[in-house]
């Protein structure tokens, strides 16, 4: 079935350490890959995004995520987190066929940074 | 320029009431997606709206409807509500969606609770 992974519920890191959300996917062809970002309350702020090209995306906040397409993956990092990117973070991805911008998001997943 | 404007951003609806909710994209963006957020189900695809058509449906009820106005702001209806539609609607805008672009922006949403 096509779906979208977030295999982690929940992650706790200490500031300044780095930071790895995973994401998987399941699709017969690669989509628009997406990361978005939702803190309390509020909507989703778009990180990054994968359409074509340089497997190695750079994004908003010192954010990168990087698409493997034998894992049908599109794991997102940053180098050294800080105590404002505790939110939670979502991947989506968005079908190459058909015409529509519908985004199929995973369950998401809940960072928590440590001071 | 202006981001999503989603209004109002909390309503408190008693059961068996209809409720509509509203979503201004940004300018000259002429695709509208409808998301429901709950922490449960996650973030689920209502619906999306092209030039004051619907383009794509996800699986809910035919409680839940939907339009676009030549303006492209696009509203949101839930008739016969039930507690189970508690949760944040969340509008996204997009500048055509589909193969063209499919970057969506979010509004902050709308915080419904059915008591």
């Known amino acids: 079935a096509q779906s979208v992974t977030q295999p982690d519920i929940h992650i706790t890191v200490s500031e300044g350490a780095s930071l790895e959300l995973r994401c998987n996917y399941s699709y017969g062809a690669t989509p628009y890959l997406f990361w978005y970002v939702q803190s309390p309350g509020q909507g989703l702020q778009l990180l990054l995004k994968y359409f074509s090209g340089d497997t190695l995306v750079q994004g908003i906040k010192g954010f990168e995520a990087e698409f493997k397409r034998s894992q049908s993956s599109f794991n997102l990092r940053k180098p050294s987190v800080h105590w404002s990117d505790a939110a939670e973070y979502f991947c989506?991805?968005?079908?190459?066929?058909?015409?529509?911008?519908?985004?199929?998001f995973g369950q998401g997943t809940t960072l928590q940074v440590k001071p | 320029k202006a981001g999503v404007t989603q209004t109002p951003r909390y309503l408190i609806k008693t059961r068996g009431q209809q409720v509509t909710l509203s979503c201004s994209p940004i300018s000259g963006h002429r695709s509208v997606s409808w998301y429901q957020q709950t922490p449960g189900q996650g973030l689920q695809f209502l619906f999306e709206?092209?030039?004051?058509?619907?383009?794509n449906k996800g699986n809910f009820p035919g409680r839940f409807s939907g339009r676009q106005f030549s303006n492209s702001r696009s509203e949101m209806n839930v008739s016969t509500l039930e507690l189970g539609d508690s949760a944040l609607y969340l509008c996204?805008?997009?500048?055509?969606?589909?193969?063209?672009?499919?970057?969506?922006?979010f509004g902050q949403g709308t915080r419904l609770t059915v008591v």
């Open positions: 989506a991805v968005a079908l190459r066929s058909g015409n529509t911008g519908k985004l199929i």
């Open positions: 996204a805008s997009s500048l055509a969606g589909g193969q063209l672009n499919t970057e969506a922006f």
């Open positions: 709206y092209f030039s004051e058509t619907q383009r």
